[in-house]
């Protein structure tokens, strides 16, 4: 009976017995040598490292990567699989909705305290008033009939509307021009994050484990064994990665999927600053007489800005007495310049940060500089991982000797859209490997060998069919690589 996994090793190769004892008379000369004679110069001695806790780098995991050992699991599949999803936001989520749709069971692992969605994310701060932010993903479009089906039921169910308050782009002095859009643009109505747990039905089928840092994954007996910190997470018959950045290739780096590593090193991501602020009174927006107030606005030419947007006009259009509640982003340039670790931001950063966005803001508004009114509350917070900067255009990565697979809006482009139905593509592609038996795995290969292309798109991202910028987003049939 054929071993459940198999790691292809070269063989070890074991010196003749002619050359053993050439070495041994060498040695054996040599300390002749020396006890008649001169003592040859001593070497010197070898640079001690310096002791302390191991760091880990880009070009680390790369060479760690290029040295693994490809895994191959041989055992049938089973007829009641299961697999982990590392990763809970949409593409995670929309992945094991798509696998429960099959009727496959997942467990998913997400490391957020506050809730699920990843870039669904909505901030809550109870002051004297419920201030309300979208600190990530601020809208969205849908281009693809898959997505547009989906759009619709949260729209039925109360959950998404459209967005018709004026967004355009923002000249820095003031000047705003509406952008036209061919497709509606939608937000979710009590924020984003909401949307994040309605991606997943209402079944058995799925279980969600969080916050969880999953830290290690281990093939062993046809199985893949997950570890938080040591900690054992479960065994599963296959496991998604739908998460990217350092955490991600960490993960990869020793997992004994190289292929997948490598992919997952070839992806550039940008850093973004958001901040948070709120005002007590309106800040003063230009009006025009044919769209009033902006409540969303693309900033050009302003290092420390690309993006502003009113929640509290675009949550609670008919609210008009609370404060206005804004969230802003930089361009992924001053992200670059000014990125620190996110889990650690000094406090110095911190400041330098607000100030400089809110000066960014001045200079948009065509404000005179430390006019602007100072908000009462404000977060800064670094999205260090924020945007793919290129993509394979492939919906989805598997790897069928491996029973592994990538899924997330980087495989086509950086939109929720793509970020959705990359997730259904790789949910629907498990299902049918695991349909198939596991028989035929080389007919399940996609994306493991695909360049990666320039994403075009807004610093916070694409919305296919807001202006002429053309859809990124794969057509639903998937290219095998065989």
């Not at 300390?31 to 001169?38: L, R, V, W």
């Not at 361009?331 to 996110?342: I, L």
């Not at 069928?400 to 697979?405: T, V």
């Not at 790789?426 to 049918?432: K, Y």
């Amino acid at each position: 009976m054929p071993p459940s996994l198999l790691l292809h090793r070269a063989p070890c190769a074991r010196p003749s017995p002619a050359r053993a004892a050439s070495r041994l008379s060498a040695s054996v000369v040599s300390a002749a040598n020396g006890a008649g004679g001169s003592r040859p110069p001593k070497p010197p001695p070898a640079p001690r490292r310096p002791r302390g806790k191991p760091r880990f780098s880009r070009q680390s995991a790369i060479r760690k990567s290029f040295q693994q050992e490809q895994v191959v699991f041989s055992t049938p599949v089973p007829a009641d699989p299961t697999v982990a999803v590392i990763g809970g936001g949409a593409s995670g989520l929309a992945c094991a909705s798509a696998l429960a749709a099959r009727g496959v069971r997942s467990v998913v692992f997400d490391t957020g305290k506050h809730g699920l969605g990843g870039r669904l994310a909505t901030r809550t701060v109870h002051e004297d008033w419920r201030l309300v932010f979208d600190h990530a993903a601020q809208f969205f479009t849908a281009s693809d009939e898959r997505f547009r089906k989906l759009v619709d039921e949260w729209v039925d169910r109360g959950l998404v509307r459209e967005w018709r308050g004026s967004v355009g782009e923002l000249q820095v002095g003031g000047q705003f021009t509406p952008t036209p859009s061919s497709t509606p643009r939608y937000i979710g109505v009590n924020g984003m994050r909401p949307l994040a747990d309605a991606l997943l039905p209402e079944n058995d089928l799925i279980k969600v484990v969080r916050p969880s840092w999953i830290s290690k994954l281990e093939p062993f007996n046809g199985l893949w064994r997950l570890f938080e910190n040591e900690k054992p997470q479960g065994q599963y018959d296959a496991i998604v990665i739908a998460h990217n950045g350092k955490c991600a290739n960490r993960l990869l780096s020793t997992s004994g999927l190289p292929q997948l590593t490598k992919q997952m090193k070839r992806l550039d991501l940008s850093s973004v600053w958001a901040l948070l602020a709120a005002f007590e009174d309106p800040l003063p927006i230009p009006h025009n007489s044919s769209h009033g107030a902006f409540e969303g606005a693309f900033v050009r030419d302003v290092d420390s800005l690309s993006w502003m947007a009113n929640n509290t006009r675009k949550l609670f259009p008919l609210e008009t007495d609370r404060p206005e509640c804004w969230t802003f982003f930089s361009t992924a340039s001053y992200g670059r310049k000014n990125k620190v670790p996110q889990e650690n931001i000094p406090n110095a950063t911190a400041e330098k940060v607000k100030r400089e966005m809110l000066g960014g803001v001045e200079l948009a508004l065509g404000l005179s500089k430390g006019s602007l009114q100072l908000p009462f509350y404000t977060r800064v917070q670094l999205w260090g991982a924020a945007l793919p900067m290129n993509t394979p255009g492939v919906p989805c990565i598997f790897d069928p000797q491996g029973r592994a697979g990538i899924c997330g809006d980087w495989l086509t482009g950086s939109s929720i859209e793509a970020a959705v139905l990359s997730g259904m593509s790789l949910g629907d592609h498990v299902a049918d490997y695991f349909a198939s038996r596991g028989e035929r795995p080389e007919e399940f290969a996609i994306g493991l060998d695909d360049s990666l292309i320039r994403v075009e798109g807004h610093d916070i991202g694409q919305f296919p069919g807001l202006d002429s910028q053309k859809p990124q987003v794969a057509e639903p049939q998937l290219t095998l690589s065989i």
